[in-house]
């Protein structure tokens, strides 16, 4: 057990819906990191947010945001929902330079 | 731009063999860091090692081992007597660190590693 949550685990929804992943990163850590996870794409960086601020991004679609909270558990919202968003996302938390932690992932089917 | 290549796809063995898992990578950065994690049927993906740029020293932990050398940018990873337990996909995966780029992975395409009883 990593100590990242991730919640929920499995999403089945329609094309054009909107969802919400959410993580609580382990405690402690002040990095947050969304990845995303599909068969033609293979492991790819979403967005970093570092306590509270987006820190870096990565090959995020337009319909995707992420926030985090005081509290330091993150959300990643997707929008429009296309079959292609069909995927495994990851959170991971950690130190800047350390290890990333990854929790369980959230499977997101779009159907 | 960094980038991590993992050669090879697939992996068969039979058990206790050993296994060496290639990767190599490409960053024009002097500090970075490497990470193997292992990604098992169950897909949750776990944490095996990290290291930076400038520890080349090789690790060995229990059956598994890291040999990273920075003259061919290589981080190959070795499980000894290999095991049914070990079959799961290998990611090898690449750090930067930087002010523009944040910590974020770079990750290869992985390594499906069957190991056959």
């Known amino acids: 057990d990593s100590g990242v949550t991730q919640t929920p685990k499995h999403l089945i929804t329609a094309t054009g819906q909107r969802v919400t992943l959410r993580c609580s990163p382990r405690s402690g850590d002040l990095s947050v990191y969304w990845y995303q996870q599909s068969l033609d794409q293979g492991l790819q960086f979403l967005i970093q947010?570092?306590?509270?601020?987006?820190?870096a991004k990565g090959n995020i679609l337009e319909r995707f945001s992420a926030q985090q909270f005081p509290d330091l558990h993150s959300e990643l919202n997707l929008s429009s929902l296309e079959l292609g968003d069909s995927a495994l996302y990851f959170c991971?938390?950690?130190?800047?330079?350390?290890?990333?932690?990854f929790g369980p992932g959230t499977r997101l089917t779009v159907l | 731009a960094q980038k991590v290549t993992q050669a090879q796809t697939e992996i068969s063995v039979v058990e206790k063999e050993d296994v060496t898992l290639d990767c190599v990578y490409e960053?024009?950065?002097?500090?970075?860091?490497l990470f193997w994690y292992k990604q098992p049927p169950s897909g949750e993906l776990v944490f095996l090692i990290r290291r930076n740029s400038f520890d080349e020293q090789n690790e060995i932990s229990g059956r598994y081992s890291w040999n990273f050398q920075k003259s061919t940018s290589s981080f190959n990873f070795t499980i000894t007597a290999s095991q049914v337990v070990d079959s799961a996909v290998y990611f090898c995966a690449l750090s930067e660190a930087t002010e523009t780029s944040g910590s974020r992975l770079t990750f290869g395409e992985g390594t499906q590693l069957t190991v056959n009883p």
């Open positions: 947010y570092y306590n509270g601020e987006e820190r």
């Open positions: 960053t024009r950065d002097t500090t970075y860091y």
């Open positions: 991971a938390s950690g130190e800047q330079d350390y290890e990333q932690f």
